[in-house]
């Protein structure tokens, strides 16, 4: 498996502000991706996290709403952007490691007010 | 785009007793189809997985069974445990999308002593 840091963990965030999460894997992994949990619910892909160039985002999210970084192999950041209450969510980090197997870091519990 | 169906929602089952989740796909170019198991306040965890070159693969407790034909998958864990108890996501993907996941609904899974 891979090992995934991310930061914060948690976070309780002002509407209209801004929150920047950090995803870390020990080792080199071919892909990374985004993913939102709404509470109760189930994981909705937010895009793919392309190394030194600009992220594929899936329907219904926009870059300028969920910019995404990824310098290297190993490191990904996610900006939410202008939050409001209704963007209150886990987000969920992803890599891949031999082309299928997909891991998750633990998530970082938002929450707006 | 793939379409995960998941079913049931939720299960209750006796410590010792035998649960089945049941997953269908929409997209035949789907290939590789993982379960996860989510434990409250963490990260989704791998559990096992199968791919589509493969009927029916086994880890000691747990078994997952796929036909292609009828695009459905199952996993079926045996003897069950109270450590058991989470809610489990079936999740589908190829590598026309470098293996992003679309996930079922999910299913909450309690294990009563």
């Known amino acids: 498996s891979a090992v995934i840091s991310q930061k914060p963990s948690r976070d309780i965030c002002q509407r209209g502000t801004s929150l920047t999460i950090q995803c870390q894997v020990d080792?080199?992994?071919?892909?990374m991706f985004w993913y939102r949990q709404q509470p109760g619910q189930s994981l909705t892909l937010i895009a793919t996290?392309?190394?030194?160039?600009?992220?594929?985002?899936e329907s219904g999210f926009v870059i300028d709403k969920f910019p995404i970084s990824r310098p290297n192999l190993t490191f990904s950041t996610l900006t939410v952007s202008n939050m409001s209450p209704e963007d209150s969510s886990i987000y969920l980090c992803?890599?891949?490691?031999?082309?299928?197997?997909?891991?998750f870091g633990q998530g970082t519990r938002l929450t707006v007010v | 785009g793939e379409n995960v169906e998941q079913h049931p929602s939720t299960l209750s089952v006796q410590e010792g007793d035998s649960a089945v989740i049941k997953c269908t796909y929409s997209?035949?170019?789907?290939?590789?189809f993982p379960w996860y198991k989510q434990e409250l306040g963490k990260g989704p965890q791998l559990i096992i997985d199968?791919?589509?070159?493969?009927g029916e693969k086994k880890d000691q407790r747990i078994a997952v069974t796929l036909n292609k034909t009828a695009k459905h998958f199952s996993l079926h864990i045996t003897e069950t445990q109270p450590e058991d108890s989470a809610v489990y996501f079936c999740?589908?993907?190829?590598?026309?999308?470098?293996?992003?996941?679309?996930f079922g609904k999910g299913t909450s899974l309690l294990v009563t002593p």
């Open positions: 999740a589908a993907s190829n590598s026309n999308s470098g293996y992003a996941l679309n």
């Open positions: 997209d035949s170019a789907s290939n590789y």
């Open positions: 199968i791919r589509s070159n493969v």
């Open positions: 080792s080199q992994v071919t892909m």
């Open positions: 992803s890599v891949v490691r031999y082309d299928t197997e997909a891991f």
């Open positions: 996290a392309n190394q030194g160039s600009e992220a594929t985002y």
